[in-house]
Nanobody
Framework: VQFVESGGGLVQPGGSLRLSCAASGFAFMHYNMRWSRQAPGKERETVAFITSSGDTTNYADFVKGRFTISRDNAKNLLYLQMNSLKPEDTAVYYC???????WGQGTLVTVSS
């Protein structure tokens, strides 16, 4: 089981980024997925969740209305569209499935002017 995140970078407050996650080593289309993040000095927290079919999504209150999780089961890809970014969104972002204890290396998002 492997997750490879990409798409992070430096963005100004109010800007947007789209994160991608390439999943491999398991039947991606059958598993629920999530994005999590960990800010410096803080514990990892779940940001968004999506069911295996993509029909249902859930978001943490602090990103609701700004972030959108989606997936492409044909390509084994998970996405996180992040709009209206705030400095407090600065963190390393990770994707994984709640069914596995494996994490990728994450991708760093820095929101700063």
């Amino acid at each position: 089981v492997q997750f490879v995140e990409s798409g992070g970078g430096l963005v100004q407050p109010g800007g947007s980024l789209r994160l991608s996650c390439a999943a491999s080593g398991f039947a991606f289309m059958h598993y629920n997925m999530r994005w999590s993040r960990q800010a410096p000095g803080k514990e990892r927290e779940t940001v968004a969740f999506i069911t295996s079919s993509g029909d249902t999504t859930n978001y943490a209150d602090f990103v609701k209305g700004r972030f959108t999780i989606s997936r492409d089961n044909a390509k084994n890809l998970l996405y996180l569209q992040m709009n209206s970014l705030k400095p407090e969104d600065t963190a390393v972002y990770y994707c994984n499935s709640p069914h596995f204890g494996t994490w990728g290396q994450g991708t760093l998002v820095t929101v700063s002017s």
